[in-house]
C-alpha cells in the first residue's frame, strides 16, 4: 500500500501550516491522540532521549509524529503499533542494511533501507529530503541525524507492514457495542418486566 506522493506532501503542507499559525489548540489534540494511540512509538523516541539527550530525542519524536500523521492520513486511521511490530521492523531492516555496501560511507540521508525505499518511495524520499534540509541549515547536527533516521526508517517499516497486513498492529477505534445500550427507563432485558433501573441497573 505505497503512499502517494499526493499524501505526503498534503500531510506535510497541514502540519507546516498548525506549526507557523501556532494553533496550540490542534498541535494539543494531535499530541492526546498520538499518545493514547501510538504510546509504543513514542517509548521508543524517549530512549532516544534517555540514551542521546534532549535534541535527539525531540527530533526523534518529530519524525516518528510526521511518518504517523502520513499514515494516518493515507490509511484514514493507521493502526497501533505495538513493541513487537517496531522490533520486528527493526529486524527485518537490520538485514536489508546489512546487504548494501558501502552504507557507512554513504552520506546520513541516503543511508535508506533498499527494500523500504522499494515499498515507499515517495515517503522514504520526503524524509532523505528533510533530514538533509535539517541538516544543511543547522535545524539539526549530523550526529543528531544519523541517530535518528534509522529509527525513522523503523516506524516507516512498522506502519507499512501494518497497514499491509504483514505485521499487523492493533486496531484503533471507538468500541462498537455488540447489543444497544438500555436506558434506565427502558425494559430490563432479563425479562422481569421491571424498568432497568429498577432492577438489574439498581445503583449503576
Not at 500500500?1 to 502517494?4: A, E, G, R, W
Not at 499530541?31 to 532516544?48: D, F, V, Y
Not at 526523534?60 to 504517523?68: E, K, M, Q
Given at each position: 500500500?505505497?503512499?502517494?506522493i499526493?499524501?505526503?506532501?498534503?500531510?506535510?503542507?497541514?502540519?507546516?501550516?498548525?506549526d507557523?499559525?501556532?494553533?496550540?489548540?490542534?498541535?494539543?489534540?494531535?499530541?492526546?491522540?498520538?499518545?493514547?494511540?501510538?504510546?509504543?512509538?513514542?517509548?521508543?523516541?524517549?530512549?532516544?532521549?534517555?540514551?542521546?539527550?534532549?535534541?535527539?530525542?525531540?527530533a526523534?519524536?518529530?519524525?516518528?509524529?510526521?511518518?504517523?500523521a502520513?499514515?494516518?492520513?493515507?490509511?484514514?486511521?493507521?493502526?497501533?503499533?505495538?513493541?513487537?511490530?517496531?522490533?520486528?521492523?527493526?529486524?527485518?531492516?537490520?538485514?536489508?542494511?546489512?546487504?548494501?555496501?558501502g552504507?557507512?560511507?554513504?552520506?546520513?540521508?541516503?543511508?535508506?533501507?533498499?527494500?523500504?525505499?522499494?515499498?515507499?518511495?515517495?515517503?522514504?524520499?520526503?524524509?532523505?529530503?528533510?533530514?538533509?534540509?535539517?541538516?544543511?541549515t543547522?535545524?539539526?547536527?549530523?550526529?543528531?541525524?544519523?541517530?535518528?533516521?534509522a529509527?525513522?526508517?523503523?516506524?516507516?517499516?512498522?506502519?507499512?507492514?501494518?497497514?499491509?497486513?504483514?505485521?499487523?498492529?492493533?486496531?484503533?477505534?471507538?468500541?462498537?457495542?455488540?447489543?444497544?445500550?438500555?436506558?434506565?427507563?427502558?425494559?430490563?432485558?432479563c425479562?422481569?418486566?421491571?424498568?432497568?433501573?429498577?432492577?438489574?441497573?439498581?445503583?449503576?
Open positions: 500500500m505505497t503512499v502517494p499526493e499524501a505526503v506532501d498534503a500531510t506535510i503542507a497541514a502540519l507546516t501550516a498548525i507557523e499559525t501556532g494553533d496550540k489548540r490542534t498541535m494539543n489534540r494531535m499530541a492526546r491522540r498520538l499518545g493514547k494511540e501510538q504510546p509504543a512509538l513514542l517509548r521508543r523516541a524517549a530512549r532516544l532521549k534517555d540514551q542521546h539527550g534532549d535534541a535527539v530525542g525531540e526523534a519524536v518529530f519524525y516518528s509524529t510526521l511518518v504517523w502520513i499514515f494516518d492520513r493515507h490509511a484514514e486511521r493507521a493502526p497501533r503499533l505495538t513493541p513487537a511490530n517496531i522490533q520486528q521492523a527493526e529486524s527485518v531492516l537490520e538485514e536489508d542494511w546489512r546487504a548494501v555496501a552504507l557507512a560511507e554513504k552520506p546520513i540521508h541516503e543511508r535508506v533501507a533498499p527494500g523500504l525505499t522499494e515499498r515507499q518511495p515517495h515517503l522514504c524520499a520526503k524524509l532523505s529530503e528533510l533530514l538533509a534540509e535539517d541538516v544543511r543547522e535545524a539539526m547536527t549530523a550526529e543528531c541525524a544519523e541517530l535518528i533516521f529509527p525513522t526508517q523503523v516506524i516507516v517499516e512498522a506502519f507499512d507492514a501494518a497497514i499491509d497486513g504483514r505485521r499487523p498492529g492493533e486496531r484503533v477505534g471507538p468500541i462498537v457495542r455488540e447489543t444497544a445500550k438500555v436506558g434506565r427507563n427502558d425494559p430490563c432485558p425479562g422481569s418486566g421491571k424498568k432497568y433501573k429498577k432492577c438489574h441497573g439498581v445503583g449503576r
